[in-house]
């Protein structure tokens, strides 16, 4: 089993930064992969960005150029930097991981239990 706890989310007005972190524990051996998701109210839940162990990543068009996705030394954390943000990046934030970077975008296994991210106008 696999567990994935997330950190760092809050308010922020529109045009600041957040950095969200994500740590997994329990059988990681496995996960290759990290990345993050969000879901906004009456929305779809969508791939913000995902990262391979190997350092390919890979980002949703709506952020290119204004978030990062990053691992740490460990392999079992992950970083979101989300600068220039703007009020429509209100969501609930989500990192995921699975055993390679095309599973975490088509749907990955294991989820954390989300971080609220508010931007305000």
């Known amino acids: 089993q696999v567990q994935l706890v997330e950190s760092g989310g809050g308010l922020v007005q529109a045009g600041g930064s957040l950095r969200l972190s994500c740590a997994a524990s329990?059988?990681?051996?496995?996960?290759?992969?990290m990345g993050w998701y969000r879901q906004a109210p009456g929305k779809q839940r969508e791939l913000v960005a995902g990262?391979?162990?190997?350092?390919?990543?890979i980002y949703a068009d709506s952020v290119k150029g204004r978030f990062t996705i990053s691992r740490g030394n460990a392999k079992n954390t992950v970083y979101l930097q989300m600068n220039s943000l703007k009020p429509e990046d209100t969501s609930v934030y989500y990192c995921a991981a699975d055993r390679n970077l095309p599973e975490v975008a088509r749907g990955p296994r294991y989820w954390g239990q989300g971080t609220q991210v508010s931007v305000s106008s």
């Open positions: 990262i391979s162990t190997s350092g390919n990543s």
């Open positions: 329990g059988l990681i051996s496995s996960l290759n992969a």
